[in-house]
């Protein structure tokens, strides 16, 4: 597998105007592919499996050229995580678990559908509405969020800031293309491999950083490069 490859390699049926998307331009948020699957009705993603999703992505229209231009979509992160499960042998859940969660001593970590009950009680309620009673975990699953997603902790959180900057799990060479901006996005700040990317003059990353929300809660986090400080808001 290389980013160079083209999604067809790995996907069946994927139609012609979709055939030029490499993983690189999934990881870059560079395919053209529009947003997908986000019921707001409900404010939820649609639950669908991932051969539903994948041929729903594949079947939308292009919003732009493949490689040509940024658009920050997460069914270019679906199509990955299908990618992934293809090229493993194995589901998304159980390969991070395998090839991350476990080496990196990251045990307060739950992916996907693996959830147990008792962890309801220490899971941020609802969607961000007082009037509703359950947590995410009580959504049903769905591929477009990897089942019920990542549940996760801030001190496992920093351990996997860590294993990504230091450590044997990922070659010098992968951090490098995993910190290299690959959609610019102003002068020396762009986007690459799921960071947001700050450079310094030389073209050396400086700051990486990612934020989300979802219904009212929001969180970031900071990674200083080279001394590795970490900031993580919850």
């Known amino acids: 597998l290389r980013t160079s490859d083209s999604i067809g390699r790995f996907l069946p049926g994927v139609p012609p105007d979709k055939r030029p998307i490499t993983i690189a331009d999934l990881m870059h948020h560079r395919s053209g592919l529009p947003r997908y699957g986000f019921d707001l009705e409900r404010r939820d993603w649609a ?44 589901t998304l859940e159980a390969f991070l678990e395998r090839r991350f969660f476990r080496p990196a001593g990251m045990h307060d970590t739950y992916a996907g559908t693996k959830i147990t009950p008792s962890l309801r009680e220490r899971v941020v309620w609802s969607l961000g509405d007082p009037a509703e009673v359950f ?38 060479a992968t951090r490098r293309k995993l910190f290299t901006i690959g959609a610019e996005l102003g002068p020396q700040y762009g986007y690459g491999g799921g960071w947001f990317i700050r450079s310094a003059s030389t073209g050396s990353p400086r700051i990486v950083f990612h934020r989300g929300d979802l219904g009212g809660y929001r969180s970031e986090i900071r990674l200083a490069l080279p001394s590795g400080r970490i900031v993580i808001a919850l």
């Open 135 to 172: 947590t995410i975990l009580d959504r049903p699953p769905s591929y477009l969020r990897m089942g019920r997603g990542v549940v996760t902790t801030a001190r496992d959180l920093h351990r996997w800031l860590r294993m990504l900057t230091t450590g044997p799990l990922l070659s010098e």
């Open 47 to 90: 639950v669908e499996s991932r051969d539903q999703s994948v041929r729903g992505i594949l079947g939308s229209l292009l919003t732009r050229a493949p490689g040509s231009e940024f658009d920050y979509q997460n069914s270019n992160y679906v199509l990955l995580a299908a990618i992934v499960e293809q090229v493993a042998g194995s």
